[in-house]
């Protein structure tokens, strides 16, 4: 996900629980504006060109043996030096 993509085209989606809070709020579970205004303010440094999102229990193997090491082998390529998880 581009790190601009504004929050409005963002969706979600997951049969386990209610996402009807999360959709009024995508920050709550994707906190791009929280994280984008600690840059602006100078309490963070720069955030990454790009953002990641997989979904969750149902493919929790396939996503630990390959999303995951995909992911950290871009973080690595990338130069990343923190990542900040949300589970929803």
Known sequence: ????TP???LRIRHPGYDVRSSR??????FP??????????????????ESF???????????RADFGPAIAAQFHESEIDAAFLVAA
């Open 53 to 63: 999102s997989t979904v969750g229990a149902a493919a929790q193997l396939r996503v």
């Open 7 to 9: 929050t409005e085209k």
């Open 24 to 29: 009024r709020d995508y920050n709550s579970i």
């Open 1 to 4: 996900i581009p790190i601009d």
């Open 32 to 49: 791009v504006d929280s994280l984008l205004e600690a840059v602006d303010a100078g309490r963070i440094g720069e955030l990454a060109a």
